[in-house]
């Protein structure tokens, strides 16, 4: 029997691309929606809070994937 994901996946790539955008972003927020459901470990709520915590107070800097990655690359190769 085939693999359901594969068959869904096979139909979604006659979509247009701005069709299988939109087919992705909704199956992102039902899997987004079903993990926001869960439980959060109260470790983890607290590493959280804790990071946010730094972020708003700028101890922390965020940056850019995109930057990240170029100079990891830079670095490492």
Partial sequence: MPNP???VEAQAM???????AELAER???SVQ???DAAPLDPAWEAEIA???QQIDSGEVVCRPW???M???RA???
């Fill in 5 to 7: 994901v594969d068959l």
């Fill in 14 to 20: 006659k979509l247009t691309p701005d069709e299988r």
């Fill in 27 to 29: 199956l992102w927020l």
């Fill in 33 to 35: 929606a079903d993990t």
């Fill in 50 to 52: 804790r990071r946010m």
């Fill in 66 to 68: 995109a930057e990240v």
């Fill in 70 to 72: 170029t100079e990891l």
């Fill in 75 to 77: 670095k490492h190769g």
